[in-house]
């Protein structure tokens, strides 16, 4: 269709299938049909073509919607989908189709699809974000008490509980909702009436277009408008941050899940087995979230490396951005899911977590505190004291709960030159993980009371993105609907 003009009408059957972007446009083509909807509706309005051809158009492409693409020659020769829907047009019209890409350019319509798709796909991302801190949140209530070491290094450092680490994952996915929340309002505007990259000298209204789409406003700049791809960088940086932290947790469960840690039993759907060890219980699906975050990294790698170097304005180049956005949100929105009934399906082994809190004095921290406040000393001294006994306490096989004050005192001699003289109850407490726990209620700390206060809160975060999630799809759907009756009203349906 757009042969015959400046080029010859020839094309060769291997670059028209290099060239053209039809097997990703099938992302795209609803949006592009109220596109074209909201744009021929606003050139009647702006009496910049008449109502009857308007309405003749209008009818065809309201007809196309209600069918759907797959009534559609998908050929490549026609390059893409806004060509392959002027073609059809024309097939059911004749030649009045032609007025629908009165002042505007495909340049200007695929950034406008595209947004519109990024604005679905952030929501549709948020729900299942709120879907695995959900889950987190509500197993994190079941948990409160469940005593486990916390790690640096992956070595044991203090005690902590698990419904305090699911808080300290819940709060990293909190994040990245925000994230793709803020992206939302930048991507939330119309790059339609920019034309190629110059606007148009029709009297269009481009308010009307971008009220018509749903859209927060317009994206002014025309050059702007159709040359700028940011919001899939933006996308993917931010995809990128959670693949991160999806990746995290993934390889934490299949940490905890070995004979080594024995802390946690993924449910069997979770698991494949070997095909030659008949004893093999595997996190396959698991490892696979692990390996497919990787790949939303390296899409988001090869987005930037795209737009880099491109000159203003409108490149071929931009078409190769649209698809990894597309797979980006596709992979994230799949391991989302998964990663939520793994979770929510998850064997705890409290027994395990907690034989493991002593085994390798995990709550010398403690001790240490106790001695500071006890004997007033600097918190240095307690340090090398108990540094020393956990030292000699190792050697000869003691375990924390038999430390005492008769050991403490011969180290403490050797060390400060004095006597501890501290009550062995109070000894015993100080090395007991669960007092250990208690006595953490500082602001974040994992003391039941302290988490069940965050608990709380982070619910009602919750509860505050799922509302604006809900004004949000409320504003694309009566957008729609408006834009429907629009075009009723002008075919006189
Ligand atoms: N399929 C093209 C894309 O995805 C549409 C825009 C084509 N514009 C152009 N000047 N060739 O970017």
Known sequence: MLRGGRLGEEIDDQVAKFTSSLVFDKEIFEYDLLNDMAHVVMLSEQNIIDQKDASEILRELKNLLEAGIDNLNLDPKKDDIHIVIEDHLSSKIGEVSGKMHTARSRNDQVACDLRMLARDQINLTIINLLGLAETLLSKSNENIETIMPGYTHLQHAQPTTLA?????????????????????????????????????????????????????????????????????????SDLSILAVEISRIAEELILWSTFEFGMIELDDRFASTSSIMPQKKNPDMIELIRAKMAKIIGLSGTAVGI???????????????????????????????????????????????????????????????????????????????????????????????????????RVAKDISGKDLALDD???????????????????????????????????????????????????????KDSLIKSVLQIIGE
């Open 164 to 236: 305090h680490h699911y808080l300290a994952y819940s709060d990293a996915l909190l994040r990245c909702t925000d994230r793709l929340e803020e992206a939302y309002h930048r991507i939330n505007h119309s790059p339609l009436g920019a034309g190629a990259l110059s606007t148009t000298t029709f009297n269009i209204d481009r308010d009307r277009t971008a009220e018509l789409l749903g859209f927060d406003g317009v994206l002014e700049n025309s050059e702007d408008a159709v040359g700028s791809r940011d919001f899939i960088v933006e996308i993917l």
């Open 307 to 409: 737009l880099k170097s491109l000159p203003y304005t409108y490149n071929r180049d931009l078409q190769e951005l649209s698809p990894l956005m597309v797979e980006s949100f596709d992979i994230v929105n799949d391991s989302l899911l998964v990663m939520a009934s793994a979770i929510e399906s998850l064997k705890i082994n409290k027994d395990r977590m907690r034989e493991l809190c002593d085994a390798n004095f995990s709550q010398a921290t403690d001790l240490a505190d106790l001695i500071v406040k006890e004997n007033n000393l600097p918190f240095r001294t307690a340090y090398k004291i108990v540094g020393k006994t956990v030292s000699e306490a190792l050697e000869s096989g003691i375990k924390p709960d038999k430390i005492d004050s008769k050991m403490l005192d």
């Open 425 to 479: 109850e109070k000894i015993k407490t100080a090395l007991d993980p669960q007092e250990s726990i208690k006595t953490r209620s500082i602001q974040g700390g994992p003391a039941p009371v302290e988490v069940t206060r965050m608990l709380d809160n982070r619910k009602n975060k919750v509860k505050t993105i799922k509302s604006k999630l809900d004004e949000r799809a409320e504003k694309i759907k009566t957008s």
